[in-house]
């Protein structure tokens, strides 16, 4: 039986840490690809040299050219630009989108059986060009935002409440904007409500909400912060592990039920959108749409959320 093999679009900071993970838990054989030559088989090389140290079976290789990539079963996109301070994911959309196109053109042409994960911004707007462009059905096209954005949510509840970040399930739907929706309702740690635990710790509602707010507003301008403190481009260790995630979920049909970007078909009232929502994830890719019940906030803010997504994919039509 052969190995898996995993293909990487883009070799800047993220696609570097991906390759390194791929290794580190033997998902499969990796190309890196890059269009800057020497990039990704510069960092493959070092990463490879690793082997004997980390013990890993997995062969790593840089590639410039789209062939490589042949025989993929899962890809990963990261190909595109990444903000730097001042500047909203947005702001990416006119150079992302044509660096999307031909990257989709080349999975299109040389792995039309990938199951593709994107994570180039903005997010909702480039995994829904992927899947134009490659015509890949809905299951086999997803994005990576909600992995992260919860995993952003439930260390500060976890810091915030001094318990392993191991108890603590937090999730976060919606489009990878500002305007995410953190679901305060459903964050628990081990089952117990969070808004119950701070209630207790503070013994006082109000102050409980008052710390909740904070979380949920640094949860959201969370990849802001990183920008702000890097300086010269976003957060990379989070998104790659979160991303992984994914596609371990996929590689090993683990049936994880996660928050994925995913084409919407009436789901949350929603029709022909990618937007963040619980899913079933599995060796059939997005295998469903788990639908949960919003109450009248929530769904407020969901809404107004995916009329900023749906905004923002208007206006690559
Ligand atoms: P960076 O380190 O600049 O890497 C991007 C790589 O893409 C560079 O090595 C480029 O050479 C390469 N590239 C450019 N054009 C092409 C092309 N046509 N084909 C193949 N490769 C190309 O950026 P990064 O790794 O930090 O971030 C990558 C993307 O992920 C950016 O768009 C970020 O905004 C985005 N990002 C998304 C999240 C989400 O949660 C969704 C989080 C963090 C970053």
Redesign the pocket.
Known sequence: MSRKKIAL???????GVLAQLCALRELGDVVL????EG?PQGKTLDISEAAPVDNFDVCLKGANSYEEIAGSNVIII??????KPGMS?DD?IAT?SK?MT??AEGIKKHAPDAFIIC???P?DAMVTLCQKVTGFPKNRVMG??GV?DSARFAAFIAWELGVSVKDVTAMVMGG?GDDMVPLIRYANVFGIPVMALLEKKYGSATKAKEVMDAMVKRTAGA?GEVVGLLKT????YS?ASSAICMAEAILRDQKRVLPVCALLEGEYGVDGYYVGVPCILGANGVEKIVEIDLDETEQALFNSSVSHVKELVDSLK
């Open positions: 679009i883009g070799g800047g900071q993220i696609g690809f890059d269009v800057v990039l990261t190909a595109g630009l990444p903000r994911r990416l992302n660096i031909s990257v994570i180039s911004n997010l990576m935002a992260l990878h990849g481009g976003s957060a990379f998104p």
